[in-house]
Each structure stands twice: as structure tokens, then as C-alpha cells.
């Protein structure tokens, strides 16, 4: 990386998880220049304005999560055991994701909804993507007859999500993963039931 690259790099790490915390909104550029110590005439020689900021930050904070989560499914040799994978990353790694400021897309999709519309855009394409990635995982299960064939594939995949996000926004706002593992519970539950032949 250029030097340039290195100090974009580096304000985008020092402050992801502010901005994950305290939101877009939220978050001043004391905040940026007090976590980097940098001056602000840096900050905004390495990016235009703030949004700027926010949207590289959104960038990084949900690739490390993909990072992290592609990590715990890669090893499994099935689609079942992939989407148990999935749901026990988040049942075994919930304190951390929490102590960052909970999931980065739930967090700047409730923030960017009617406000920010290239943030919204953003988080809409990583929705998009995690649900194929959810998909690819099912429909694979169901090529190699894991799965029940007539299942609806991006149906599930939604619904997880939808599960998934509602369930961190509960035990966030609860203090209480219990509320995370209903949801995990229950998503199990149906892979069990509806799902695997």
C-alpha cells in the first residue's frame, strides 16, 4: 500500500468501531481526529467529508464480520452442518459482536434509511449478498439431497436474516442473549423440520 492508502487505512480501522457504536450521526470528527490523532485537515485529505468516512467504515466493519463468519462455516464438510455453523457463530461470538456495537448492517440500516441514501444503498447490496450466500449455502444442500428439493431457497434465506438481525436488536437492547438464542433456537429448529430431508 501507498502511504496515502496506509493513513486512509488506518483512520478507517481507529474509528469502525465508533462509528458502529455511536452511529453515523453520532459520530464527530473530534471523535475521528481524537481516535487517530490526527489533525482534521488529514482526515479530509485522505476522504472527501464524513459520509465518506462512514461508507468506507461500513465497508470494513462487514467484511470482517464475512471475514469472521466465513471462517466458522468454510470448515464444515455439508450444507447442514454450514448453516449450524452460521447460526453457532453467532450463539459462541455474540459478546464480541456486541462490545463492537452490535451487527454494522442492522446498525447503518436503521440509520441510513430515509437519510443517507448511498449508505442505504450500500447496506441494501450487503443484504443482497449475505442472502445469496445463505441461498448458495441451502441450494447446495439441496443439489447433493440434504435438503427437501421443493423448499423455497430465498425465502429461508431471508427469514434467517430477518430472524437473525431481530434477534441481536433484542438482546442488544435486553442485555440478555437469551434473546439472540430464541432465535438461533428456532432457526435450528426449522432447518431440522422443514429443511433436511
Same mark, same amino acid.
Given at each position: 500500500m501507498t502511504k496515502a492508502e496506509q493513513t486512509r487505512q488506518f483512520i478507517i480501522e481507529k474509528t469502525a468501531p465508533i462509528f458502529n457504536k455511536k452511529g453515523y450521526a453520532g459520530t464527530s470528527l473530534s471523535d475521528i481526529t481524537n481516535a487517530t490523532g490526527l489533525t482534521k485537515g488529514s482526515i479530509y485529505g485522505n476522504f472527501l467529508n464524513k459520509e465518506e468516512v462512514g461508507l468506507a467504515v461500513f465497508k470494513y466493519n462487514t467484511k470482517e464480520l464475512s471475514r469472521k463468519t466465513e471462517a466458522w462455516i468454510s470448515k464444515k464438510n455439508n450444507a447442514y452442518e454450514q448453516l449450524i455453523a452460521f447460526l453457532n457463530f453467532y450463539r459462541v461470538n455474540w459478546k464480541t459482536v456486541f462490545e463492537n456495537g452490535g451487527c454494522p448492517i442492522l /446498525?447503518?440500516?436503521?440509520? +441510513? *434509511?430515509?437519510? =443517507?441514501?448511498? =449508505?442505504?444503498?450500500?447496506? #441494501? +447490496?450487503?443484504?443482497? /449478498?449475505?442472502? *445469496?450466500?445463505?441461498?448458495? =449455502?441451502? *441450494?447446495?444442500? #439441496?443439489?447433493k439431497e440434504l435438503f427437501k428439493k421443493e423448499i423455497n431457497v430465498p425465502e429461508y434465506s431471508k427469514l434467517f436474516i430477518m430472524m437473525i438481525e431481530g434477534g441481536i436488536l433484542f438482546a442488544k437492547i435486553s442485555d440478555d442473549p437469551a434473546d439472540l438464542y430464541l432465535v438461533l433456537n428456532r432457526i435450528k429448529k426449522i432447518i431440522d423440520v422443514e429443511i433436511i430431508k
Open positions: /446498525n447503518s440500516a436503521a440509520e +441510513s *434509511d430515509d437519510v =443517507m441514501p448511498a =449508505m442505504k444503498a450500500l447496506v #441494501r +447490496s450487503t443484504f443482497e /449478498n449475505w442472502e *445469496d450466500y445463505i441461498s448458495a =449455502m441451502i *441450494d447446495e444442500g #439441496r443439489q
